[in-house]
Every structure is written in structure tokens, then in C-alpha cells.
């Protein structure tokens, strides 16, 4: 997988995610991620810059 030339990664699940709900990646479990639920399709995830 390439990682997003706009910084955003749609996925389309959590399909439910709401604004309480937390988004943990592997390898990067001490960065917030910030993401937008697209309700009922997935969720935006708004990807941390990588040097």
C-alpha cells in the first residue's frame, strides 16, 4: 500500500465510528490520529506526516 499523496486514507470500516471512538495504528500507537466518520461507509483518516 502507497501511503496517500493527500494524507487522508479512506476505509471502510469502522462503518460506525463515532466521535468517542479512538483509531490506533500499528507502529504508531504514541500518534493521534484524527479521522472523520463518513457514516454508514467508513471512516477519513487524516495520516501523520512521516519524515
Not at 9 to 35: C, D, H, K
Request: charged share 10%; net charge negative.
Amino acid at each position: 500500500m502507497d501511503w496517500p499523496a493527500d494524507g487522508i486514507l479512506l476505509l471502510n470500516a469502522p462503518m460506525n465510528a463515532t466521535s468517542t471512538a479512538t483509531i490506533t495504528m500499528l507502529g504508531m500507537e504514541n500518534v493521534p490520529i484524527q479521522f472523520t466518520s463518513l457514516q454508514p461507509t467508513g471512516i477519513a483518516i487524516e495520516m501523520p506526516l512521516v519524515p
